[in-house]
């Protein structure tokens, strides 16, 4: 059952591209040495993985840290240890017991033990007061996790729960030291330190991370850099010359079409392409706790507005955004098929007759002159684009927005704290699993991945009932329920999901594309071909 939801994750890679794709050789005889110079878009706004809701976390701090399990990406969605070197799963599917490894270190030389597995992971599903679990409804079922000696660590389920064994290889799952967590629960937050294959050297806000290869990681032989340096880029022109030029030798997320185009054009054969559909959408959060967003008519008719399908035809062309789908990745296991999809407000087809059903409901809500502030991130792509999609969307039906675009920090910190009307959001996932992918439209007095303010117990309920199902036809109808209901509702609606396109230099060798962003980054395997 733990990899049935999963069966159609690895998506196939889109054949009408612009330019060849220039995939991967095979691999040589890794070679060590060299540092590796890679592009992050956009700062990190804090150091803590279980805080973490933005790649630039994960990129940046990663290669720091080790995780339970980790996804093997040759065989994506498959699993294999981290730090765990073996485990064992009851009949019953409530009790995971995992055999840790005995030479893993962290960077202040202490050795890890079963005491450091259950302390990050009583954070993770039981946070102390002033830290933030984004993950905490991912491990409501886990009732009691035992350490009977140094190197076993048990969880125990309340409930059977299939997502539970997949989201152990979750890569915000950063593994952190017991002993700094009791000094200091905030610990993560201000310092890194970790038993990934980097130590961590220095960072310079607005320029560049920095690590060091640990001499003492546990994977025999890896990692094969001497170190690497993550440069911090604000403006996508700066990142692409780079990247064009050579002082960057790749940038993990991703590429627009048209950047694609202009690199490939560039430099040929030196550049390597690989694209791959993406466990990520764009969505649109409307603050539930302001008025007139406190009224579902409101939101419906703001949802309504949105022409999905045309909108796809266009962004595809300038943007990452590229598939219409509801709450579950198209093409899935658990994705809501196109024309069942398309009865639900905001994604039927006959987009007049859509605009006309927002406006009534514009008048009849008393607000038929609409305007407020649409917060965005600063971001190039794909959000800029997408916040200038939604502000004519919405002109259409006489609505004035004011598109306020923020960076990351300043972004985050407004979504947190409510100060915004309307805020242009991401559903940031490294699998395509409900039990974390609904995550953004639960309650969030239950989920703080939701940024809607809203307390909805009928989706709670439908949440928990899919958790629990345990045949995939009966889940999916539950899900579709689930669905159908938020987008009623309205309070998180989808825009469009991402299409990945990387770029890496040809000599920059071992990295592996993913459906997800999030994976991949320790860059304990990659090498330098030079």
Known sequence: MKHSMLAGAVAAVSLALAVPAIAQAPSATPKRGGTLTFAISAEAPTYDCHAGNTYAVVHAV??????????????????????AESWEISPDQKTFTFRLRDNVVFHDGTRLTSRDVR??????????????????????????????DE???????????????????SPWDCIYSAAKLAEDPLFPQKTIMGTGPFKFVEHVRGSHFAGVRHEQYHVRGQPYLDGFRGVIFSQGSAMLNALQGGQVLAEFRSLSPAERDRIVGTLGQRIRIEEESWVLKLTVAFNAEKAPFNDPRVRRALSMA???WGGSQGLSRIATLRAVGGVMRPGSPFATPEAELAKLPGFGRDIRAAREEARRLLREAGVPNLSFVLTNRTLAQ?????????????????????????????YNAAQANGTFDVILDFSNEFMDEPNNGLTKYISSDRSPNNPARAVDRDLDRLYDQQRRETDPAKRNAIIQEFERLAMERAYTVPLLWWHRIVATHQHLRGWQMSPSHLLGQSLAGVWLDQ
Do not use: M
């Open 62 to 83: 990663a290669p720091f840290y080790s995780t339970l399990l980790k996804f093997d990406l040759s065989k994506y969605p498959a699993v294999e240890g981290d730090v």
């Open 119 to 148: 302390a990050t992971y009583e954070r993770l599903r039981n946070p102390p007061p002033g830290v933030v679990s984004v993950r905490r409804a991912s491990y409501e079922d886990i009732s009691e996790i035992l350490t009977p």
């Open 151 to 169: 190197r076993t660590v048990v969880f125990k389920l309340s409930e059977a729960n299939p997502s539970v064994f997949q989201n152990f290889a």
């Open 306 to 308: 949105i022409d999905r």
């Open 382 to 410: 794909p959000y800029t684009p997408g916040g200038v999609f939604l502000v004519d969307q919405w002109r259409q039906i006489g609505v004035t927005v004011e598109h306020r675009q923020l960076e990351t920090a300043a």
